[in-house]
């Protein structure tokens, strides 16, 4: 750690991987400048401490029912979490203020802001009361974060009824008011499950214009030009895009599951740029068939692979019991399946030329950083995005339009690792990974964002 300079920063991330990791990230990087950290954390799906002994964690009680715990559905989740968990933030909050207030002379640290997810609505208003500096961060990419407020309008005015079907030759027409998605990802971003999160919109964006300033933690300049000059825009808060922030501190340490390390070992014995990877992170759910259909597709393109199938991730099953007996047998020969991987070690790994990703920011933003071009399969809200960036703005993967049949799925293997076009991505996907990778060495555009934020916290 760099030495204390008497300041501390709380953190408040939302209780889900893809936002525990970069915030966990930022406190590192920060506690590393010299500041030092609470986190406030919610009982449900608490972040192992362990794993961060310089940091003070606060836990909250959750207020979730069992089922709320175990739902699915991440929409309604984040709205039970935002009306469960206000009361026990603001009592946190609010006594951790007065205890810094009573310290002695020779303990005091002065508490100098707030960094919350953009998805507790709360905290603002809340922070606001207790004039306490606040900033909004943002796992998002930063296109989506900004565009995203436009939902709610295209539900009312243009998209609902939904108009045709996914057959219909427009849907593949770009959205204007939300490039680069196409008019079937916005009838799939606007499925009822996301109509809850319609309410927030004009709360988030009111909360994020009177905040102190939005760090992005996962993107930068190189990833995100245009967006971030629209928000400086939009927003008129200073904004940091200081990512990805995995960069500064590599590992996995802040897992919610046990990565299976012994993949590690495994990939060395093969050959470099042999092997795909395969992981939908750590919310997505598929049904059996479709468990088949990856299967068959895996097994058909003779490619090797390391395939991550979370427990609980298939429905109605535990794991992946429904591949019958005798095609695991096949399986085993070429590949491996774990609960869970040590993604960042594994994408840095010389034997893995490709990832079949549902293209969460994290994932995608990890694959860009280790060079590895991506075969997209976004399911829901942000990756639809994500995904479009991958394969039609800066063409470093194939995109399966949600087709989880076999022969697709063996047939992007094939473009990807057999083809000339996997050659031409691979060598887009290069140039890409070192204009990220100079972003934040020194003099960069994201490690220059960083000093600057670094600067702006302590100056409160
Ligand atoms: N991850 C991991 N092991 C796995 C799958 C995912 O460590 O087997 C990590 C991955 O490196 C990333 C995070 O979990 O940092 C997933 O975040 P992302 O935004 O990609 O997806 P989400 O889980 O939010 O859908």
Known sequence: MGKSNGLRVIMFPLPLQGCINPMLQLAKILHSRGFSITVIHTRFNAPKTSNHPLFTFLEIPHGLSETETRTRDFTHLLAALNRTCESPFRDCLTKLLQSADSETEEEKQKISCLIYDSGWIFTQPLAQSLNLPKFV????????????FVLPQLRRERYLPLQGSITNSEDDDLVEEFPPLRRK?????????????????????????????????????????DSLIQAREDFQVPIFAIGPSHSYFPGSSSSLFTPDETCIPWLDNQEDKSVIYVSFGSGVTINESELLEIAWGLRNSDQSFLWVVRVGSVHGKKWIEAIPEEMIGGLNEKGRIVKWAPQQDVLKHRAIGGFLTHNGWNSTVESVSEGVPMICLPFFWD??????????IWMVGVHLENRIERNEIEKSIRRLFSETEGEEI????????????????????????LERLVDHITSF
Do not use: P, W
């Open 185 to 225: 990802d916005i009838f799939r971003l606007l499925d009822a499950e996301t109509e809850v999160l319609d309410s927030y919109s004009d709360l988030i964006l009111e909360t994020t214009k009177a905040s102190s300033g939005i760090i992005f933690v996962s993107s930068c300049e190189e990833l995100d030009h």
């Open 383 to 392: 990756q639809l995005l994500n995904a479009r960036f991958v394969t039609d």
């Open 426 to 449: 691979r060598e887009r996907m290069e140039l890409l990974k070192e204009k990220v990778g100079r972003s934040v060495k020194q003099n960069g555009s994201a490690y220059r964002s």
């Open 137 to 148: 961060l943002s796992t998002y990419k930063v296109s989506f974060f900004l565009d995203h």
